[in-house]
């Protein structure tokens, strides 16, 4: 199977590469409007590559087979795609102009499956005007650890095609779970929320950050709190999963915390940054209210 993957941040990086470590994938094309940014993406898992070798964790030759598998270009280099997995901007305008650019210009194979990894968009909406349908096949960050998968029929998407996807996940080692399109579909519905309430909590005064994070950690058994999990995601992400909630329900239950929209208007995006509700500064992780 020969794979695209539209979108070189963090979530298309960490596609392509569950996508190169799967036995059944010969080649992932993995692609972004300048060179350079696919290629930044490559190095990225180069990297962790690297990290996991030095740790022992894997062997050399099966890194240098997995980085090997990888080509990195624009678009245009995907035409044999046997499917094309788009992880770019939560932009609804740039998804679809980018699979319209894709059906018309470069995919040659009629065949080709057309995925979105979009985190609450409607799968129907990205699909409108295509001849081809659409079909959301959402991953979660870390993708190459996580092991959930969303497959989301829009209402033009074939059962064949749900059915050929939840296959492709279950070959790369996940678990996929057939979701009804609706605004944030499960993950994001419940946990974006979550995240944004732990925001109002914070803003609030009801506790620290570091407090909010370590109740929500042993209260719960999270892996991370909500504040260090929103700098993870990214909170121009978390944000703009709220507004497609509210947006799409018109119910205030979902309305944004003003102080996530202050932060992201203050470009204090978390991790990608280096500051959100934590310093990330000279590879630390200060908590902003300690400092
Ligand atoms: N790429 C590849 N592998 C990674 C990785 C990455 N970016 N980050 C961590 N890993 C691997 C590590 O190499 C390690 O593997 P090993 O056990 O074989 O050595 C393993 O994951 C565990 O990592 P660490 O030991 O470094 O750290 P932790 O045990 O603290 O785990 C974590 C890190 C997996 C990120 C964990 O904290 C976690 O599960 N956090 C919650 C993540 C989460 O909720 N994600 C969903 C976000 S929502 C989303 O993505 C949807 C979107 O639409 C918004």
């Keep these: 199977m020969k794979v695209g993957i539209i979108g070189a941040g963090t979530m298309g990086s960490g596609i392509a590469q569950t996508f190169a470590q799967c036995d059944a994938v010969e080649t992932v094309y993995l692609c972004d409007i300048k060179q350079e940014f696919a290629d930044g993406g490559k190095a990225k ?17 099966a890194a240098d087979k997995l980085i090997g598998k990888i080509q990195t ?19 609804m305008d740039i998804k679809k102009a980018c699979f319209k650019d894709l059906q018309d210009n470069i995919v040659k194979n009629p065949d080709c499956i057309f995925a979105s990894n979009t985190s609450s968009l409607s ?9 081809k349908p659409i079909i959301g096949m959402h991953f979660f960050n870390p993708a190459p650890v996580m092991k959930l998968v969303e497959v989301i029929a829009g209402i033009n ?16 080692g996940k678990t996929p779970v057939q979701v009804n399109e609706a605004a944030g579909f499960v993950v994001n519905r419940i946990l974006v929320p979550m995240i944004n309430e732990g925001i109002f909590v914070y803003s609030e005064g009801i506790a620290d ?45 979902y309305r944004a915390c003003p102080l996530l929209r202050k932060m992201v208007r203050g470009k204090k995006l978390g991790c990608k940054t280096g500051i959100g509700f934590y310093d990330y500064s000279n590879g630390g992780k200060v908590p902003v209210d300690k400092k």
């Design 209 to 253: 950050i570091e407090g909010i994070d370590t109740a929500m950690k042993l209260g719960c058994n999270h892996p991370m709190g909500p504040l260090e999990l929103g700098d993870y995601i990214g909170l121009d992400i978390v944000l703009a999963i709220m507004d497609v909630l509210y947006k799409e329900t018109g119910d205030s239950k």
């Design 123 to 131: 799968i129907t909406e990205i699909g409108a005007g295509l001849a």
């Design 157 to 172: 998407t074939p059962a064949e095609t749900v059915e050929k996807v939840k296959d492709i996940a279950v070959q790369l």
């Design 45 to 61: 898992i180069q990297k962790g590559l690297d990290k996991r070798v030095a740790k022992g964790k894997m062997d050399q030759a």
């Design 73 to 91: 270009g624009l678009n245009g280099i995907c035409t044999d795609a046997d499917l094309i997995v788009e992880a770019a901007l939560e932009v």
